[in-house]
């Protein structure tokens, strides 16, 4: 069974950073890619950034120059720096991990609200 645990979300003003992190325990197949998606209310759910076991991570257009994702290894562990934050990052934050046969795993998500 895998499990992901988030942590890293809270409540910050525009123009700040958070860290959130999402570390993957249990059995597995081979990882395809790690990642965050977010979804605001009445939204859907975009991805936000990737990083794959093979080639560069993709991010969504909106966040790029401000959000960098990483992948401890080791650790089983996936970041996302956000940097510079505003308003319209505010949303729940889920880390995903599809594996070679693209079954897809979800953390609880975590909160990120951006305001003044």
């Known amino acids: 069974q895998v499990q992901l645990v988030e942590s890293g979300g809270g409540l910050v003003q525009p123009g700040e950073s958070l860290r959130l992190s999402c570390e993957a325990s249990?059995?597995?197949?081979?990882?395809?890619?790690m990642g965050w998606y977010r979804q605001a209310p009445g939204k859907q759910r975009d991805m936000v950034a990737i990083i794959r076991a093979i080639g560069g991570p993709s991010y969504l257009d909106s966040v790029k120059g401000r959000f960098t994702i990483s992948r401890d290894n080791a650790k089983n562990t996936v970041y996302l720096q956000m940097n510079n934050l505003t308003p319209e990052d505010t949303a729940v934050y889920y880390c995903n991990i599809r594996d070679m046969r693209a079954n897809n795993y979800w953390g609880q998500g975590t909160q990120v609200t951006v305001s003044s």
């Open positions: 249990g059995t597995f197949r081979p990882i395809a890619h």
